[in-house]
């Protein structure tokens, strides 16, 4: 049996994935931002699942692409789309922003291309369907304390965002 | 075509990383603001789940803590959009100066 991870699928989701990434922050119209995104972030998760992460991929299209991305449109829909259109979409400093940006992203693939004789070459062995309960035991056992700090983080990011979102306390 | 390794992997992650602080730096709207934050954090996650398969699981433990952050953070995000909205009228950053002088 051929394995699905080919380099076609690689390059195919690795160039829908920055496409729509270039699509979210050129659009005028933050509905048409949103959905690009979601595009991202559905490339995103199929590349998890050629790097054999399937429980992060699910996680990625439940929460990302289901839970923030809702949240998302549903604050859209709350603003003013109409104003958005009308006005600059990009401020004053975006040429020399663009040119830090890149500078960035540049010095990322140097290091990396300097870097490159330390990784490894060959994968390590992860048994597919082993996955979720490998990162269940590692969750519950190695990382049970950030487990019940991301808790914590999560309650309080509720209280504050009914605190800052409600009009009258 | 040659075989598929971590470096592909990590020069896509850079391109999103790039293209998200380009937003971040030079978009007025707060909302495409958020947005191209999600996208460095999906830059990110992109490294640590290539870096666990060459290694081990601890790659993936470490991506899901981040969408745990990316969730709390456009929450809280959000919330304070909709708190500056009903005040201001307003979603650009440029005009976000009440705390100046």
């Known amino acids: ?169 | 075509m040659a075989e598929i390794g971590t470096l592909h992997y990590l020069v896509v992650a850079a391109a999103l990383f790039a293209v998200g602080t380009i937003g971040v730096v030079t978009r007025r709207n707060v909302v495409i603001i958020l947005m191209s934050i999600e996208l460095i954090l999906n830059a990110v996650n992109l490294n640590l789940v290539a870096f666990s398969r060459m290694w081990n699981l601890h790659g993936q433990v470490f991506s899901i803590f981040v969408i745990t952050d990316a969730a709390a953070e456009a929450a809280v995000g959000l919330g304070i959009l909709i708190a500056f909205f009903r005040n201001k009228e307003t979603v650009n950053v440029d005009e976000v100066d009440l705390l100046k002088w």
């Open chain 1, 1 to 169: 049996m051929t394995p699905v991870a080919t380099p076609f699928f690689f390059y195919m989701l690795s160039a829908v994935a920055i496409l729509s990434a270039i699509l979210v922050i050129t659009r005028r119209n933050p509905v048409h931002s949103a959905l690009s995104l979601i595009f991202t972030l559905l490339s995103l998760a199929g590349l998890y699942l050629m790097l054999y992460a399937p429980f992060v991929a699910g996680v990625q299209i439940i929460l990302y692409a289901g839970g923030i991305m809702v949240l998302f449109l549903f604050v859209i829909m709350l603003i003013n789309i109409e104003r958005a259109q009308r006005e600059m979409a990009f401020n004053q400093q975006w040429p020399i922003g663009i040119l830090a940006s890149l500078v960035l992203g540049m010095l990322f693939v140097y290091v990396y291309k300097r870097g490159a004789s330390i990784l490894p070459s060959t994968p390590t062995l992860m048994p597919e369907p082993q996955n979720t309960q490998q990162v269940g035991l590692a969750l519950f056992s190695n990382y049970l304390l950030p487990f019940e700090v991301a808790s914590l983080l999560l309650l309080v990011a509720i209280v504050g965002a009914v605190v800052m979102a409600k009009k009258r306390i």
